[in-house]
């Protein structure tokens, strides 16, 4: 409220303990003598407080935070360093395997009850038949010569196939144009899933331990001390966070570790359903000679969808008599509006989620309303902490006072190459650091004041190399003087 629409009062002094005790007392008097005894006046009323939503409560949360103390390791490092990594994903699993080819052990804690992976995700349902749906990750390209080594790797050993399906760019009312593409699109054979478990190396310098929630950070003597809900889970000579959204924010915000927490916060996150439905006849999915029908599309002028993909078709292109699985995800947007906490939606925030996307289904591919049969099987799914809307551009993030570094895609865009190759550069940049006994930890710190930018590419993430990249709808970044 600007100032000069304010009320002031006058100010209210308080009293002190013993005057107030006096008024106490001659109130009881009073009391005690009925309505002979005079009645003492009746204090001022506090003032109160404007209702609605507090102001600047992020800022001054964001302030608070960075107000912690820097935590500044001076003991020597060891000969034999144990890191802890916080988040199972593509990039801390490629961080932890990183490590091990330096010969650095590490445990990998991730809150995954089914499997590691975070957006390398695949869900099998054993309905009657069985149904397989890739529910985060859709599909990968690679670019970038490390990542393309291991992609290859990954042939070799029958986990990857270059996806061949038809996959191109659907317009509202049914008008699908295929996208060229000069580099291939990979997929896993079984599903993304089984990538994650391939990401780590068949050796005992990895211990991985899930599902894990860690709730604190706290240096001691040199070290850094894991809980979980008070429990502790061990000691560390250093720390990489995996992970982001609100509990990496959370984790940070008391650990002593103000830099990385402030280009934590800095980060802008997209929210996006996921529906999985399972269809018992083939969708009426328009089609040419020249492309067949699509297996995947980018999906436009639709608010409630931005994708669509056959998992049927594309995990198993041979098997004719299985039902689609298709898997749908809404636009950045959609999921903004409609946002709730992931971990407990409301039911009927689930069914007008899934009502809505299925309305924007018939609406992509031309349908009349209440035209499209009806899935046997469906499962909305909020990612709250989607994809990365800005970034700083930088390989990894590490603080070499608090031995503490963050990987993740979202610090060079918004892919799996991306994620891997974070957590491969930050588990080289911290063996070299402990190689050089910490004597010179100033060279070693990076990304720690970078800017953020706007990341461009599709609601569903980035891909390298591919033709078609439709600019992500970012919201206007916030510059936040502290």
Same mark, same amino acid.
């Given at each position: 409220m600007p100032p000069s629409l304010l009320l002031h009062r006058a100010p209210c002094a308080r009293p002190s303990p013993a005057r107030a005790a006096s008024r106490l007392s001659a109130s009881v008097v009073s009391a005690a003598n009925g309505a002979g005894g005079s009645r003492p006046p009746k204090p001022p009323p506090a003032p109160r407080r404007p209702r609605g939503k507090p102001r600047f409560s992020r800022q001054s949360a964001i302030r608070k935070s960075f107000q912690q103390e820097q935590v500044v390791f001076s003991t020597p490092v060891p000969a034999d360093p144990t890191v802890a990594v916080i988040g199972g994903g593509a990039s801390? @699993?490629?961080?932890?395997?990183?490590?091990?080819?330096?010969? #650095?052990?590490? #445990? #990998?804690?991730? /809150?995954?009850?089914?499997? @590691?992976?975070g957006r390398l995700a695949t869900r099998t349902v054993h309905e009657d038949r069985r149904l397989v749906f890739d529910h985060a990750a859709q599909f990968f390209t690679a670019s970038d010569e490390r990542f393309r080594k291991l992609v290859d790797e990954w042939v070799d050993r029958g986990l990857v196939r270059e996806w061949r399906g038809t996959v191109g760019e659907l317009e509202a009312g049914g008008h699908f144009t295929p996208t060229p593409s000069s580099t291939p699109r990979y997929i896993g054979v079984n599903g993304m899933r089984p990538l994650a478990d391939a990401l780590l190396p068949e050796n005992d310098l990895i211990k991985v331990v899930r599902p894990s929630w860690i709730s604190k950070l706290e240096p001691f003597n040199g070290l850094w001390r894991l809980f979980e809900n008070e429990k502790p889970q061990g000691q560390y000579d250093a720390i990489v966070i995996a992970h982001n959204g609100k509990c990496a924010n959370? @984790?940070?915000? /008391?650990?002593?570790?103000?830099? @990385? /927490?402030?280009?934590?916060?800095?980060?802008?996150?997209?929210? #996006?359903?996921?529906l999985l439905a399972a269809f018992e006849d083939p969708l009426p999915i328009p089609h040419n000679s020249s492309h067949g029908a699509f297996e995947g599309a980018f999906v436009r002028d639709v608010d409630s969808l931005s994708w669509m993909a056959n998992n049927t078709r594309k995990l198993f292109p041979l098997e004719t008599d299985r039902p689609e699985c298709w898997t749908f995800f809404s636009t950045a947007s959609y999921g903004r509006k409609n946002k709730v906490p992931q971990e407990n939606i409301p039911n009927v925030t689930a069914e007008k989620v899934k009502r809505e996307m299925l309305g924007g289904v018939e609406l992509a591919l031309g349908l009349s309303k209440g035209s499209l049969q009806l899935p046997f099987y469906t499962r909305v799914q909020l990612w709250g902490a989607a994809l990365p809307m800005n970034t700083p551009g930088v390989p990894c993030i590490f603080d070499p006072q608090g031995r503490a570094g963050i990987c993740g895609d979202w610090l060079t865009g918004s892919s799996i190459e991306a994620a891997v190759l974070s957590g491969m550069s930050l588990g080289d940049h911290v063996a070299d650091y402990f190689a050089s006994r910490g004597e010179r930890p100033e060279e070693f710190a990076i990304g720690l004041d970078d800017s953020l930018i706007r990341v461009e590419g599709h609601d569903i993430g980035q891909f390298p190399g591919l033709n078609s990249q439709k600019p992500q709808v970012a919201e206007p970044q916030l510059t936040l003087s502290i």
């Open positions: 801390g @699993l490629a961080c932890a395997s990183a490590l091990a080819a330096r010969g #650095v052990r590490s #445990v #990998v804690f991730d /809150t995954g009850k089914h499997g @590691l992976g959370r @984790l940070l915000s /008391t650990s002593g570790l103000p830099q @990385l /927490t402030k280009q934590m916060k800095r980060l802008d996150l997209s929210s #996006v359903w996921a």
